[in-house]
């Protein structure tokens, strides 16, 4: 039995719609395009059409699978040291080297889900703390 068509349409709609792609801050590649390359004139604008739409593709493209995945390594990487690694201030040093094989086998599986939710959903990158 097959889910009815408008089902799975809505499924896919609610589930892209929260996308990173669909947030201004997170299209680097597209909004460079759009500062760099728009024409003043609207007469030049709709002639760059035929050309501007596959250009545009490709730029969220890129932006969809090289450049956010890209810049989400470090943000992950960042998070993921904050919830392991960095030791409470009520934690003991035996605590510590108790837990740190766990840690160290949760790490990667942190990582891959932070960076996973990074790529897929708009989250704000994460303040630098010097």
């Not at 604008?45 to 810049?71: E, F, I, K, T």
Request: charged content about 20%; glycine content about 6%.
């Amino acid at each position: 039995m097959r889910p009815p068509l408008l089902t799975l349409f809505l499924f896919c709609s609610l589930g892209l719609s929260g996308c990173t792609v669909f947030d201004d801050d997170h299209r680097r590649t597209l909004n460079w395009l759009d500062e760099s390359l728009t024409p003043e004139s609207a007469g030049t604008r709709y002639a760059l059409l035929p050309v501007a739409v596959p250009v545009g593709v490709v730029g969220l493209a890129s932006d969809m699978l090289v450049v956010n995945p890209v810049l989400a390594i470090d943000d992950a990487w960042g998070d993921t040291v904050e919830l392991l690694w960095t030791p409470d201030e009520d934690s003991s040093n035996l605590r510590r080297v108790l837990v740190a094989p766990f840690t160290a086998l949760a790490t990667p599986v942190v990582f891959a889900g932070d960076w996973l939710a990074r790529c897929l959903f708009p989250i704000d990158p994460r303040e630098d703390e010097e």
